[in-house]
């Protein structure tokens, strides 16, 4: 093989694809892949103290609007939905409540099986009435904002599910 014919095959097959995926993101043809369901927050966002040691690594959260109506009860049903349908790793999230405004309830419960803490806070920024995923240092990775429509909120709980399932899988525990 002489130099020319090697020189060429190396341009053909180590410089075209090359240059063809340049001009391929050059030209706006390739869209990336979304990989979360949820909305990242931009800066960082310190919602609750760290949590213990001992507890569990992920907290989902509820920011209550002032008044809580049967559409704040599905929301808390629907958490509770997604708590359970984690299985084993159900003992690595935490559900809560914030609340705005001061409330003589200390939990809320759809059912009697499980209790979820409602904590006065301030949520200043944030918009009531969205769920948010809160890591183990009190960090705000991922809101949802919640549908109007309660009918919608099984492919909300699925949205939900499966990004905790993506963080838990690839957590490495309290660092």
Same mark, same amino acid.
């Given at each position: 093989m002489n130099k020319q014919r090697f020189l060429s095959l190396f341009l053909l097959v180590g410089v075209v694809p090359l240059l063809a995926a340049f001009v391929l993101l050059k030209t706006g043809w390739y869209q990336s892949g979304v990989n979360n369901k949820g909305v990242w927050y931009q800066q960082e966002i310190r919602l %609750? +103290? #760290?949590s213990e040691p001992? /507890? #569990?690594h992920w907290r989902l959260v509820y920011l209550q +609007? *002032? /008044?809580c109506d049967s559409h704040c009860q599905a929301v808390v049903k629907l958490m509770q939905q997604i *708590? %359970?349908? =984690? @299985?084993r790793k159900q003992d690595q999230l935490d559900l809560l409540v914030l609340a705005a405004q001061p409330t003589a309830l200390t939990s809320v419960s759809v059912d009697t099986k499980a209790q979820i803490p409602i904590i006065q806070s301030t949520f200043a920024g944030l918009p009531a009435g969205s769920l948010i995923i809160v890591e183990h240092h @009190? =960090? #705000? %990775? =991922?809101?949802?904002? =919640? +549908?109007p429509a309660v009918e919608r909120? +099984?492919?909300l709980g699925k949205d939900v599910m499966a990004? %905790?399932?993506?963080l838990m899988k690839f957590d490495r525990g309290p660092v």
């Open positions: %609750l +103290p #760290a001992n /507890s #569990a +609007p *002032d /008044s *708590d %359970l349908a =984690l @299985g @009190g =960090l #705000a %990775l =991922l809101h949802y904002p =919640l +549908p909120f +099984p492919l990004d %905790l399932q993506k």
